[in-house]
């Protein structure tokens, strides 16, 4: 949006509505000398992009707002299921072993561990198992579910969640990914994961303004 490049007709539509408004189409059509028809895609274009508001039989009003304030009104409606990606999850009852093996075959940096319910009640970082591995030579032996950080310690999301607000618990508490979950009747079920890579991909599409 704040690259959002205005063709001199767009930008002489606004001046006038600015000058004008509240004004019609039609008026704004007869001070371009051009047909209502021809300004039909540009006062759209306007209106969506929030330059203009319509109002019914009253015209086009200038909202005021500039093109970086309506991307930061873009950037905070922006909700977790339009950048989640998938889980992966265990079963609590993994090794360290296989958890490991998990992390390298997933190509993931955390996962998800859930119960036989398969609801969620831990998490484990790719530091939670370099600490166990440290001076153990039977990682076979160790289950996940003791050093694992459990419930209800785990910081989790919604997928109508904004991003803004998981960005924030993810620096707040220091994390890498937070999962996303559904309830159900036995607790969460995993559904998703937002990670600090799913954010870089915010960035980047702002970038290039192509946030929805
Ligand atoms: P790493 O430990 O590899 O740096 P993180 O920064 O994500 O990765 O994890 C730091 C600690 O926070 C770990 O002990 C991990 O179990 C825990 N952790 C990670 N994600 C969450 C989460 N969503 N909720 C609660 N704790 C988490």
Do not use: W
């Amino acid at each position: 949006m704040s690259k959002i490049e205005l063709s001199s007709r767009q930008e002489k539509i606004l001046q006038i509505v600015k000058d004008h408004g509240p004004i019609t189409g039609e008026q704004i059509a007869d001070q371009l000398n051009l047909t209502r028809a021809t300004l039909r895609p540009d006062l759209a274009i306007l209106t969506m992009a929030g330059y203009l508001e319509a109002r019914p039989r009253v015209g086009y009003f200038y909202t005021g707002k500039t093109g970086s304030q309506l991307l930061t009104e873009k950037i905070k409606k922006l909700q977790v299921y339009q950048y989640q990606s998938m889980p992966v999850v265990v079963d609590e009852s993994v090794s360290v072993y296989d958890a490991i093996c998990t992390m390298f075959l997933e190509d993931v940096g955390t996962l998800f561990v859930v119960d036989k319910n398969s609801s969620l009640v831990g998490v484990l970082s790719r530091k939670d198992l370099l600490r166990a591995s440290l001076g153990n030579s039977n990682l076979e032996a160790i289950p996940v579910n003791i050093i694992m950080t459990r419930m209800p310690n785990i910081t989790f999301c919604h997928k109508d969640d904004l991003i803004i607000d998981v960005a924030e618990k993810i620096i707040e508490k220091q994390i890498d990914a937070v999962p996303v979950v559904k309830h159900t009747e036995h607790g969460y079920e995993v559904i998703g994961r937002l990670t600090k890579t799913n954010m870089t991909k915010v960035l980047v599409d702002i970038a290039k303004d192509e946030i929805i």
